[in-house]
Each structure stands twice: as C-alpha cells, then as structure tokens.
C-alpha cells in the first residue's frame, strides 16, 4: 500500500519562474493538504484541497495556487518565485472529517537561485 | 505567538538516557500528533492523542487535555533517535511546533 508520493524529490529554478510540485494521496485518502517548511523552522499551512476544491487557506499569497484532479492527486503552483520560496514542500493526505490519520510524503526540496 | 510551544528546541543525550520532549498548546484540538522528520526531510507520524497515554516501543506520549500539554518520552535512548521531533495539533488543519533537535550520541 504506497503511501504519499511527491515529485520532484529535488528542484532548482530561478527567481522569477514558476514552479508546480506534485503529489499522490495514500490510496483511501480523498483529501490534500500541502506545507511549506523553511530551514530551521516548523512547517506551515498552505492550502487544502477536497472533492477538487481549495478546502481552506493558510496565510499564503496568491503565487502560492493549487489544484487536484478527480483521482485526487494534488499539485501546488508557484508564481514568481522568490528567493524566499526556497524550502521544503510537503504534502500530506487524509481522509475527511478525521481529527488525524494524516500520512505526509518525503517532500519536495525547492531551491531558488 | 505560535498557537503550538516546544521545549526543549535542542537537545544532546547519551546513548541509554531517558528523554522528555514537552509541548504545548493554546487551541482548541482535535487530536495531538508527535511527529519525526529525518534529515533529508520526509516525515513520520508516532502518535495521534487525544486523551491519555499511547506506547509504541521505547515511545510513550501522553497529553493532559486540561492542561493543554503533552509529552513525548523516549526511554533506554540510541544514536538512531537522533532526529527532530514535531508536536503538532488539529482541528480542520494541522498547527506545527517548530520542533525538537534530538541528538543521541553513542
């Protein structure tokens, strides 16, 4: 039973461009939700996603844009990168209505140059 | 102010040392979940409480509603502990600690 998949696992791009990371929910789990950690720091609340919808919303700005598909794969969209962009990515999957049982992926390593 | 409190935020034991991490909370939960993320970043979920005490191993967690507090115990410590431990709370989305370095040295 796979458990949550991102890709790439690493990445570099420039200031200025855009990136999209992509991940696959544990198989069972409908909903998506997508992180950022900075180096050193705690990982923060970007968006959620269920039933292909953008669910709620942390403190990000709209660079920051999302999506997911019918067989709930998600992906994360950013806009003009900015060196502070650069952090790990994680995606973590679960299902609806639960307190927990969250399962998180190995995250996407983004560098901005 | 962060809505989720760790202490220590770095810690160094020898190997066999008995570990306490505590956290602490200023929301309303769901649950609480003790996390573990490896350098390289992936991360692993210990523990998902919402009352009481769970073991698993040589890990105990336990969390006092009342108080809004929890404790991650590791006893009888190794060198492959070392990692950071998250404690982060739910309710409709999780909110993050920012983590405890934990490194066990043989």
């Known amino acids: 039973d796979a458990g949550v998949t991102q890709s790439p696992t690493h990445l570099i791009k420039t200031r200025g461009q855009q990136v999209t990371l992509r991940c696959s929910p544990k198989s069972g789990h409908d909903t998506v939700s997508w992180y950022q950690q900075a180096l050193g720091q705690g990982p923060q609340f970007i968006f959620q996603?269920?039933?292909?919808?953008?669910?709620q919303r942390g403190n990000f700005p709209d660079r920051f844009s999302g999506h997911q598909f019918p067989n709930y794969s998600s992906e994360l969209n950013v806009n003009a990168l900015l060196l502070g962009d650069s952090a790990l990515y994680l995606c973590?999957?679960?299902?609806?209505?639960?307190?927990?049982?969250?399962?998180f992926g190995s995250g996407t390593r983004l560098t901005v140059v | 102010k962060n809505e989720v409190e760790q202490s220590p935020q770095n810690l160094t034991a020898q190997e066999g040392e008995f570990i306490t991490i505590n956290c602490s909370y200023s929301v309303g939960i769901s649950a609480l979940h003790w996390l573990q993320q490896h350098p390289g970043g992936g991360i692993v979920s210990l523990f998902m409480?919402?009352?009481g005490k769970k073991k698993h191993g040589r890990l105990i967690a336990t969390i006092n509603i009342q108080e809004k507090h929890s404790s991650l115990h590791i006893t009888a410590s190794h060198p492959r502990d070392s990692a950071v431990y998250i404690c982060?709370?739910?309710?409709?989305?999780?909110?993050f600690g920012t983590g405890t370095s934990l490194t066990v040295i043989p």
């Open positions: 409480l919402s009352s």
């Open positions: 982060a709370v739910s309710r409709n989305q999780f909110y």
């Open positions: 973590a999957s679960s299902l609806p209505g639960q307190g927990g049982g969250y399962t």
């Open positions: 996603y269920y039933e292909e919808e953008e669910r």
